[in-house]
């Protein structure tokens, strides 16, 4: 019996271990055996299915080895090269030892183009530490990077949402990003992205400089069977999940793994796991994001907003730019529909699925369907 005291193990953010972790046997042993021989991964998910949980519980297992230094960065929130480079910086430096002083002293004895200074939390007194970058010394200060990194030994790097890269100004980073991983023949290379379209054409196209360079691994749902056998043995503390109520969960929410976790972290809670509970789970889930799915429904203009009702309504969307479909919505016309299915597709609020276009976020998919 799952056994970890008042604490609740359906983790919704961030990484704690496999004990809170599900599944994922084979994509983890498929991510090793690529790792351990040569060959770097190209790792394919929708949000929220789990590609960062699982890129983190790897690096666990090889941190348990020993043997393989590890990176990791997520830059999705970078916009340009020079974000870009500081945030790999900043990993490199962090991955150079568990002491953040003494991480920075080894830093600063390496690299040349820039410096690492400690600051402070005010409130909570924890170090961090952060260096200025001028776009002059971002090449300078990227290949320092890739040449501590080539001479430390064997290391992997992860680099999650890397299909940002595709929206930098800067012209020439996939080449420049290339002509560093093909030439570092002890540090493998896990490129993890959610938009399938922009990965796919960057690491299948042979006109990319990453063409051909890696495995790719796609990342589907939690096999069912297995994410039950994981959910009834840790809610087992608390209560009793049936397989009815978890499935009930599952497909409401077609697997997707953080939903799926939401509902199960506030059932614990609840020590409470009945049908009822999921749809009391979601009232408040939804009451919750009220005020921020309503302020993002506003910023749309008015043509994108008819549409994702119109599809959150239908579930799932099909011909959407039919006749049948535009009447049934009163939408305008076929040609203002399809340029505002590619803003919303670009700003990834709808997404296509396998025969039509869903809202991206699930739940607020379920918030626009009850709008006016």
């Not at 351990?36 to 348990?64: D, M, Q, S, Y």
């Not at 830093?107 to 260096?131: E, L, Y």
């Not at 009391?280 to 907003?305: F, V």
């Not at 049934?328 to 990834?348: F, I, P, Q, R, T």
Request: hydrophobic content about 40%.
């Amino acid at each position: 019996m799952f056994n970890m005291k008042n604490r609740n193990p359906f983790v919704v953010y961030g990484y704690e271990g496999p004990d809170t972790f599900c599944d994922r046997i084979v994509e983890t042993g498929r991510l090793k055996a690529a790792i351990e021989n040569g060959r770097n991964v190209t790792l394919l998910a929708e949000r929220r299915v789990g590609k960062t949980g699982l890129i983190k519980h790897f690096f666990e297992g090889l941190k348990e080895e020993g043997h393989w230094a590890t990176v990791f960065l997520d830059i999705f929130s970078t916009s340009n090269l020079v974000e870009f480079t500081r945030q790999f910086a900043a990993a490199v430096v962090g991955s150079m030892d568990t002491r953040l002083d003494k991480a920075v002293v080894a830093a600063s004895r390496f690299f040349k183009s820039f410096r690492p200074q400690i600051s402070f939390d005010s409130v909570t007194g924890s170090p961090s530490f952060s260096f200025g970058l001028e776009q002059r010394n971002v090449e300078a200060t990227l290949k320092e990077c890739f040449d501590y990194l080539g001479g430390r030994g064997d290391c992997v790097v992860a680099i999650d949402e890397f299909q940002q890269i595709g929206h930098y100004p800067e012209t020439g980073t996939e080449a420049l990003l290339r002509s560093y991983v093909q030439f570092l023949p002890q540090v493998r290379f896990i490129f993890a992205g959610s938009r399938h379209h922009m990965m796919t054409e960057m690491f299948s196209s042979a006109k990319r400089p990453f063409f051909n360079s890696t495995q790719t691994l796609p990342l589907e749902r939690i096999d069912p069977q297995a994410y039950f056998e994981f959910a009834h043995c840790r809610m087992s503390a608390v209560s009793n999940l049936s397989r009815e109520v978890f499935d009930k969960a599952y497909w409401m929410f077609d697997g997707i793994t953080w939903y799926v976790q939401a509902i199960l972290n506030r059932m614990y809670e609840r020590k409470s796991a009945s049908s009822d509970d999921i749809g009391l789970i979601i009232e408040d889930l939804l009451l919750e994001k009220n005020w921020e799915y309503a302020s993002l429904l506003k910023t749309q203009p008015a043509g994108a907003a008819r549409l994702l009702k119109a599809v959150a309504k239908a579930g799932k969307a099909r011909a959407i730019t039919g006749a049948g479909f535009i009447v049934a919505n009163s939408l305008h016309g076929a040609s203002s529909v399809h340029l505002s299915l590619k803003k919303l597709l670009d700003n990834e609020l709808l997404c296509e699925a396998d025969d039509g276009y869903v809202v991206n976020d699930r739940l607020f998919g379920l918030w626009l369907a009850r709008q006016p």
